[in-house]
T-cell receptor, first 114, second 112 residues
Framework: KAGVTQTPRYLIKTRGQQVTLSCSPISGHRSVSWYQQTPGQGLQFLFEYFSETQRNKGNFPGRFSGRQFSNSRSEMNVSTLELGDSALYLC?????????????FGPGTRLTVT | DQQVKQNSPSLSVQEGRISILNCDYTNSMFDYFLWYKKYPAEGPTFLISISSIKDKNEDGRFTVFLNKSAKHLSLHIVPSQPGDSAVYFCAASEEGTYKYIFGTGTRLKVLA
């Protein structure tokens, strides 16, 4: 099975712009979660989607949003970019029960905001 | 408020010896724990998990121990190999939420 894929892998944007990141989960996985990783902060949970519905949300401002399509692919959008949004954005998918607690991550999208 | 803590930012171990990575948590509602390994420029790789109904889970060279009363878990790697050199993250979730809280990671270096 192909793993979780994320596009693009690298992105440079200017402060104030918006950005959309894409994630394709492992085939058959219906849950997709997004995380932000910054130096010294570990992985911070952004949100989780299941069957096109947002089920969980982390403590991020409304500038961070996402959606999931009927084929389970997911996009994450960040509007009005700030310098502090520079980070590695990771997407993870989960299988259906009984192994549903095990998440599998993609390689990430490295976003640099200048 | 850091609910999952990995207090050792780095650890060095000789090849062939045991590596022990520690993780502490504060939320007594956490009921599932996972360990991930991460190489630079790659996403985290799932290693091993444990449910709160168990106190030990083994998978090859990797064993995770859970002490619920102390709110502490540890990952043992035996024997350690140079390829194990990476950053290790522990993560925890509350029952049914599938919202994972990660620690800040421990960088393991296995010396040949």
């Amino acid at each position: 099975k192909a793993g979780v894929t994320q596009t693009p892998r690298y992105l440079i944007k200017t402060r104030g712009q918006q950005v959309t990141l894409s994630c394709s989960p492992i085939s058959g996985h219906r849950s997709v979660s997004w995380y932000q990783q910054t130096p010294g902060q570990g992985l911070q949970f952004l949100f989780e989607y299941f069957s096109e519905t947002q089920r969980n949300k982390g403590n991020f401002p409304g500038r961070f949003s996402g959606r999931q399509f009927s084929n389970s692919r997911s996009e994450m959008n960040v509007s009005t970019l700030e310098l502090g949004d520079s980070a590695l954005y990771l997407c993870a998918s989960r299988p259906s029960p009984p192994l549903s607690y095990e998440q599998y991550f993609g390689p990430g999208t490295r976003l640099t905001v200048t | 408020d850091q609910q999952v803590k990995q207090n050792s930012p780095s650890l060095s171990v000789q090849e062939g010896r045991i590596s022990i990575l520690n993780c502490d948590y504060t939320n007594s509602m956490f009921d599932y724990f996972l360990w991930y390994k991460k190489y630079p420029a790659e996403g985290p790789t799932f290693l091993i998990s444990i449910s709160s109904i168990k106190d030990k889970n083994e998978d090859g060279r990797f064993t995770v121990f859970l002490n619920k009363s102390a709110k502490h878990l540890s990952l043992h790697i035996v024997p350690s190999q140079p390829g194990d050199s990476a950053v290790y993250f522990c993560a925890a979730s509350e029952e049914g939420t599938y919202k994972y809280i990660f620690g800040t990671g421990t960088r393991l270096k296995v010396l040949a």
